[in-house]
């Protein structure tokens, strides 16, 4: 059955109590509960066919709002599973990323047989475009739940939310300055300042024991939050301020 996670802006009991009688009443909701000890304020809400517009419209008379949305549901009608019951797993990052390495030394190989030498600038390179192309399709295939759920722990997405709308759009944008090798020098700054900025929040969700989703494949696949996405969110750093040194050294 469905289930949405909500970040709302419910303060104290006092605002529980305030929602408990519209939401026992509703139709289509067979359960609920509010976590207002939680830093998102966290209403959880199960039903059938719930979607976010039902849960809004009976919250914005009580002058209470969704501030985003923690995770995905099915849409009314649809087959499929709410992502509380999707498996966690690492795996499909994993198999990303061994691609990408995979392709990325591949590729170099096939410089070296064809009498080029070893260029770690360029293994880099060919790594990182294929690190922010595939990212950003993955993200671009549901735009509106991955700034929903980046919204969620993003700490600039959380204060202007468009730009978890803009994010994928950089990263595309990204990947293809790094396989275009069009202004390197300016695409490595701006991968650094991107990077460093957004594993802020992926660090702060870690270390406060959030147990929410990681939007880094979109919402395809439930991946979760923890020191293995700070570890691909530090890599790209490294790798990023890496260049930026060799470039200028």
Partial sequence: MPILRLKTNLRCKACVVKITPVFDAAAGITHWSADIDSPDKVLTVEG???????????????????????????????????AG?????????????AYLAGGSLLLEAGMIHTGGAWNSMRLMRHFMAGFFLIFSFFKLLNLQAFADAYEGYDIVARRWPFWGMLYPWVELGLGVSYLAHFLPVATYAITLLVMSVSSIGVVQTVLARRTIRCACLGTVFNLPMSTVTIVEDLLMVAMAAGMLWMTWG
């Fill in 48 to 82: 059938p066919e719930i979607t976010r517009a039902q849960v809004e419209n009976l919250l914005r008379p009580l002058d209470y709002e969704i501030l985003a949305v923690l995770n995905d549901q099915p849409a009314p009608g649809e087959p499929g599973e709410s």
């Fill in 85 to 97: 019951d999707k498996p966690t797993t690492y795996y499909p990052l994993f198999l990303v990323l």
